[in-house]
């Protein structure tokens, strides 16, 4: 007699396979929505200290030039962050893709004097991609800026 043998899988064993890496693929859905998460945390905190440290450097800059003071400008529209001295344009900060800002002051703009003072007080707000909006305060006189989340 002749035996036909039959090659292929039960339908049990294409189940368990067809279980197995959906459990998988859930597992890594998941992870990857935490860690998108974890990244725009981690881009908040760095775009927050990156403006402080703009504002900082800015100031710092007209203390030591001393001839002239500058402007802070933001740059709703697109994005970014520019100090300018005289008509030169001397630094540039640009926010990360997803990030907006919004309106600073009735100009977008910081003054800053040859002494590397600041006589306006603002908030200075973005939002994440997540679409949460996030402050920066700056007091006037103190020299102060602080980043509340």
């Known amino acids: 007699m002749l035996e036909i043998k039959l090659k292929g899988f039960t339908l049990i064993e ?7 890496f959906s459990i998988l693929l859930s597992f890594t859905l998941i992870n990857m929505g935490a860690f998108s998460s974890m990244k725009n945390r981690i881009d908040v905190d760095l775009t927050g200290n990156r403006i402080i440290n703009f504002i900082n ?6 203390r030591d030039k001393g001839k002239q003071g500058g402007y802070i400008y933001f ?3 697109d994005g970014n962050i520019t100090f300018s001295s005289g008509l030169e344009e001397i630094f ?5 893709e997803g990030f907006t800002l919004n309106q600073v002051s009735n100009d977008n703009r910081i003054k800053i004097d040859n ?5 306006d007080a603002c908030s200075i707000k973005f939002k994440d991609r997540k ?7 700056m007091c006037v006189g103190t ?3 602080e980043f509340k989340y």
């Open 57 to 62: 450097n800015s100031k710092i800059y007209c």
């Open 75 to 77: 740059n709703v529209k």
């Open 131 to 137: 679409g949460e909006m996030h402050c920066l305060t």
């Open 14 to 20: 294409l189940i368990l396979v067809i279980g197995l």
């Open 92 to 96: 540039k900060m640009e926010l990360p």
């Open 115 to 119: 002494r590397g003072i600041t006589a």
């Open 143 to 145: 020299a102060y800026v």
